[in-house]
Each structure stands twice: as C-alpha cells, then as structure tokens.
Nanobody, 121 residues
C-alpha cells in the first residue's frame, strides 16, 4: 500500500525556518501531484501548497506566498516544503498528501501521519 512519511517538524521562533520532507513509497511518484496541508489547533485542515509531477504547476495558499517553497526530488520520491519567515499562525501539524492518480486530479487519497510545527514568539 501507499506510504507517505513526513519529517522535519519542530520548534522554531518567529522569523525562523524549517524544511519539511515527505518520502513516498509504493506509488508512481514521478507522475503524481503532491501537496502539503496543515491543521492548526482547533481549526480544520487547510491546503498549503501543491506541485505537479514534473513541477510545472505550483500552487500556494495566499498566506504562505513568498515565504514557503514546495519542491520535489523524483529520484528520491520526496517532496519538500521550505518554510521561511515563520509566523505564529503557521503553527500546525503539517501533512503530506498524494493525488489519487498520476493525472493531476488534485483529489488526495493518500496521507502521511503528519509532522508538528510549533512557532513561538
């Protein structure tokens, strides 16, 4: 079965940086749109960023534009989220997700277990 494993979360002060990683197995990673979502305490899950298989289409939620960068290394079956200039409201559990097909449906059927990001002042 498909497996997604996130890493890289932790504690950071406002203005700091973290890089999250998500490594996938048992799926056609190189042709699969990947995404990051997050869920803050007491809030619903929120889309953060996505990237198509070849990296030609990248999307971000407005609140992270200019601060976060999504990228991927298909040889390693890994997607990254570089987070800079972190703000208190970036605090959340961050989840990696994979498109249900290799054809960019943006319907995410596969999810990692999440990695915690806590931003403090």
């Amino acid at each position: 079965q498909v497996q997604l494993v996130e890493s890289g979360g932790g504690l950071v002060q406002t203005g700091g940086s973290l890089r999250l990683s998500c490594t996938a197995s048992r799926l056609t990673f190189g042709s699969r749109t990947m995404a990051w979502f997050r869920q803050a305490p007491g809030k619903e899950r929120e889309f953060v960023a996505s990237i198509t298989g070849n990296g030609d289409i990248i999307k971000y939620v407005d609140s992270v534009k200019g601060r976060f960068t999504i990228s991927r290394d298909n040889a390693k079956s890994t997607v990254y989220l570089q987070m800079n200039s972190l703000k208190l409201n970036d605090t959340a559990v961050y989840y990696c997700a994979a498109d249900r097909t290799p054809w960019n449906t943006r319907i995410y059927d596969y999810w990692g277990q999440g990695t915690q990001v806590i931003v403090s002042s």
